[in-house]
């Protein structure tokens, strides 16, 4: 799992301590509603980025772009 997911998870599980811990049932219906709103808005099927995908973006590098600055000499050994 990558961090974000157990960020997700973590979330997930505190705020069902939480609605299971709510005691008055109108706010719990309230919340519930408000979560069923929320999931519809939220597409499952996210675009997942593709490795390689700005291959080919910059063409135009200098032969010598690898080079050590001269701006930087004093600061290197």
């Known amino acids: 799992m990558y961090p ?4 997700q998870e973590e979330l997930k599980y505190k705020l069902i301590n939480w609605i299971v811990n ?3 049932s109108k ?3 309230q919340l519930m509603n408000l979560l069923q709103k929320e ?3 939220i597409s499952p099927t996210a675009h997942k980025r ?15 772009f690898d080079e050590p600055l001269d ?4 600061y290197m050994p």
Request: glycine content about 10%.
């Open 22 to 24: 709510l005691n008055d």
């Open 4 to 7: 974000q997911e157990l960020k």
């Open 71 to 74: 701006d930087f000499k004093e």
């Open 39 to 41: 999931e519809t808005l």
């Open 27 to 29: 706010k719990l219906e």
């Open 50 to 64: 593709t490795l390689g995908f700005g291959k080919g973006t910059y063409k135009n590098v200098a032969d010598d």
